[in-house]
């Protein structure tokens, strides 16, 4: 069975999750992932990232990710797959997020 790690930005922090449905999205510029995978906690230690993923998705069923915005996807093994989380991006992090406007409203000359 395939199973993909998505990596993207999303407000200012890195989003690590696992689906087993990536695809070109119907909506120009975007990509579909379809039937998110979290790992079910069994332990008393409980990842607080993971949690807050788990709590961000709750209820979707497929979500769409602006291309712009993914920083890698990968097809993985089922048994290499972690919990997915959410990383803060630090200052001295390599990571840095595209633009939020392409047209500077500043320089705007229809306005």
Known sequence: MR???????NQGK???IFARTVRQGELYGFVEVEDLIFQETSSLVVDPSAEKLKEEFSGVQRTRIPIHSVIRIDE????EHGP???IEIDADSNITPFPNH???PKNNPEK
């Open 3 to 9: 199973l993909f790690k998505i990596v993207f930005l």
């Open 14 to 16: 890195v989003y690590e």
């Open 76 to 79: 993985v093994e089922k048994q």
């Open 84 to 86: 997915g989380k959410i």
């Open 102 to 104: 392409f047209i500077n």
